[in-house]
């Protein structure tokens, strides 16, 4: 049973414009979430996290927002450059890390 | 932030050997390291979780006599995936949980990948 789940396997944006990533999951008690990056053939990477306390974590041009009562978290990434161009993971932290499926993004010059 | 070292980055081997991947904690004591495995693009599907000193906790599925986890020193766990197959082939992936290291709370090495001919 996937507890953390991205609906959109793949995402293309201009150059320039704002990337959206999408994670929903499905226990209420996950108190941390994490995005990472990943490009191919390479371990994730560390992008931004979020604890369950807060709603909004900023980091540059990476946001992240957490809509608890949705149970719901989104990665904002403005302005979006083709060095973006990765697969993203949203992780939740209970008793152990869960992994949503990912999300490709494609950023396009 | 703290680093993770995996070894080999790229094996291939013939059908029937064994093949041991290495993953260290650079610079940080890691008491529980993670095995994930990935299927192209799929997710990282966690194999087993490893603690210094004891038996690791397999998943679900997870073939304990297929992939012998150790991990002896708390910078230290390998991975051997014995008597390997065709349908071994796969990017495995560790990680180790630092907690205190600011925001970052579990960190990957840069994985290996698996090809049995």
């Known amino acids: 049973d996937q507890q953390v789940k991205q609906n959109s396997p793949s995402l293309s944006v201009q150059e320039g414009r704002i990337s959206i990533l999408n994670c929903d999951y499905t226990n209420s008690m996950f108190d941390y979430f994490l995005w990472y990056k990943k490009y191919p053939a390479e371990g994730p990477t560390f992008l931004i996290s979020?604890?369950?306390?807060?709603d909004k974590n900023e980091d540059g041009r990476f946001t992240v927002f957490l809509n608890k009562s949705a149970k719901h978290l989104s990665l904002h990434i403005v302005p979006s450059q083709p060095g973006d161009s990765a697969v993203y993971f949203c992780a939740a932290l209970g008793n152990q890390f869960y992994f949503g499926t990912g999300t490709s993004l494609t950023v396009i010059p | 932030g703290a680093v993770v070292s995996q070894h080999p980055s790229r094996v291939i081997c013939k059908s029937g050997t064994s093949v041991k991947i290495e993953c260290r904690s650079l610079?940080?004591?890691?008491?529980?390291m993670f095995w994930y495995r990935q299927f192209p693009k799929q997710s990282l599907m966690l194999m087993a979780t490893?603690?210094?000193?004891?038996?690791?906790?397999?998943e679900q599925g997870v073939e304990k006599d297929k992939f012998l986890i150790n991990h002896a020193s708390l910078t230290l766990s390998t991975l051997t995936v014995t008597s390997a197959h065709p349908e071994d082939s796969s990017f495995y992936i560790c990680?180790?949980?630092?907690?205190?290291?600011?925001?970052?709370?579990?960190?990957f090495g840069s994985g290996t990948q698996l090809s049995v001919l």
């Open positions: 610079d940080f004591q890691a008491t529980t």
């Open positions: 490893s603690n210094e000193g004891s038996k690791a906790t397999y």
């Open positions: 990680s180790a949980h630092a907690p205190g290291q600011g925001d970052e709370k579990l960190f």
């Open positions: 979020i604890s369950s306390i807060k």
